[in-house]
């Protein structure tokens, strides 16, 4: 089952920060320059391109390039590009998320579609142009975006999840709660407005419903929604927690 975020997590502030703002700059274009041509013509974007709001979070082709076709070094520099905008924490979280990839692969037997190397990065603009200049790291359940106009440095949109939210199959990644920080307090917060006498929404789905268009392939197939137990201790335990989690149904545009 999956955990979703759409709030900024361990980014970079969004005050001014100049020191920030040049290592970004540096970072990108050491990233551009280490592409060729072909692959420069695929990653790089005018920053006025509407590309630059088609951010989503599903899995599916998209435009940038794609970690796999990058060598060693270029992973390399586009990865230091990445870790530009995000605290050590964000770092881990977000390779973690790609590293969870790889379970679904074997979970659905579509190693095709289930990636972890399907993750495109985007430049727009000139890197450090006063001016404004921005990049996108993206795939499926992450988007990272950031944005840098002069000295300040914009984290938004993002978006994280993690799917599964708790790795059950056996594995080097056995027991990992990605977000598990995140949905914890989700579930506390939930628990206090169920305290306090405030309505608790959720969402459920109907297991008979045909999947429209915009429904993310991975959650088309799953189980239907259970309220949420906000009675629950949420203490994280496996078999105690199993029947919590809250596998919405992800939409968006195609």
């Known amino acids: 089952l999956a955990t979703v975020s759409a709030a900024p997590l361990p980014l970079v502030s969004l005050q001014a920060d100049p020191a920030k703002a040049a290592d ?27 590309e630059r709001l088609n951010w989503h979070y599903v899995p599916k082709l998209r435009k940038g390039i794609p970690l796999k076709e990058l060598n060693a070094a270029q992973k390399e520099a586009a990865f230091a590009l990445l870790d530009s905008g995000l605290s050590e924490d964000g770092r881990t979280k977000a390779r973690r998320i790609m590293e969870l990839e790889s379970v679904l692969a074997i979970m659905e037997n579509n190693p095709t579609l289930r990636d972890p190397e399907l993750y495109y990065v985007f430049l727009f603009g000139e890197p450090g142009d006063p001016q404004g200049w921005g990049w996108r790291v ?36 056995h ?6 920080k995140e949905e914890d307090l989700a579930r506390q917060l939930a628990r206090s407005l169920h305290a ?15 999947p429209t268009p915009t429904q993310e392939p991975d959650d088309a197939t799953t189980e239907p929604t259970t309220p949420l137990d906000v009675t629950n201790s949420g203490d994280g335990d496996a078999d105690d927690d199993a029947h919590q989690r809250v596998d919405q149904p992800e939409r968006g545009e195609d």
């Open 196 to 210: 306090a006498g405030k309505p608790v929404v959720t969402a459920p789905v109907d297991p008979n419903a045909t």
């Open 138 to 173: 993206e795939g499926h359940h992450l988007s990272v975006n950031l944005t840098v106009v002069g000295e300040h440095v914009s984290a938004t949109p993002s978006f994280w999840g993690a799917n599964p939210a708790e790795v059950r199959q056996e594995g080097p990644l």
């Open 24 to 50: 970004m700059a540096e970072r990108a274009q050491a990233f551009l320059q280490s592409l060729s041509e072909e692959q420069r013509a695929k990653a790089a974007f005018a920053f006025a391109d509407r």
């Open 175 to 180: 027991g990992v709660r990605t977000l598990s």
